[in-house]
């Protein structure tokens, strides 16, 4: 008879392949947090936000609108934070704020002919159009 030997290095990459299984199945059936929810919808609902912030909406009316349709209680803080940090993840990507009109980028630096203040509680300060960027 041939009866297969187990070597120790097979039996132990099964063990860690049978934990790494269970481990996948035990994440796989959890929920996501609250707070996971909230950014997984800004993050979806980002695009549509700066477009309606740089077309001149009031900071407090957009907020307003997240969250009601996330049907969460962000404060505006909170939500400038999200701004801020979805800016630099995406930026830090290569996929910056863009008009979606004209394709032009909105958050641009002092370096470039359009400055935008960084520092601003609201981009309704702004009213960017597509004409002030192509000049």
């Known amino acids: 008879m ?3 030997v187990s070597s120790p290095v097979a039996v132990e990459a099964k063990s860690t392949s049978a934990l790494h299984d269970r481990l996948d199945r035990l994440l796989a059936k959890a929920k996501p947090t609250k707070r996971e ?7 979806d609902l980002y695009p549509k936000l ?3 912030l740089s077309g001149g909406k009031l900071l407090k009316d957009v907020l307003a609108a ?12 909170k939500f400038n934070e ?6 630099a993840r995406r930026d830090s990507l290569g996929n910056p704020v863009r008009c979606l009109a004209c394709g032009q980028r909105l958050n641009q630096t ?6 935008v203040p ?3 509680n609201s981009l309704s300060e702004l009213a960017v159009s597509p ?4 000049e």
């Open 66 to 77: 997240f969250n009601e349709v996330a049907q969460t209680k962000v404060c505006a803080r």
């Open 50 to 52: 700066e477009a309606h």
């Open 118 to 120: 960084t520092g601003s």
């Open 110 to 115: 002092e370096k470039d002919d359009v400055a």
């Open 131 to 134: 004409l002030t960027l192509s």
């Open 82 to 87: 999200m701004l801020d940090e979805e800016r």
């Open 2 to 4: 041939n009866r297969e």
């Open 37 to 43: 929810l909230i950014y997984k919808s800004f993050r």
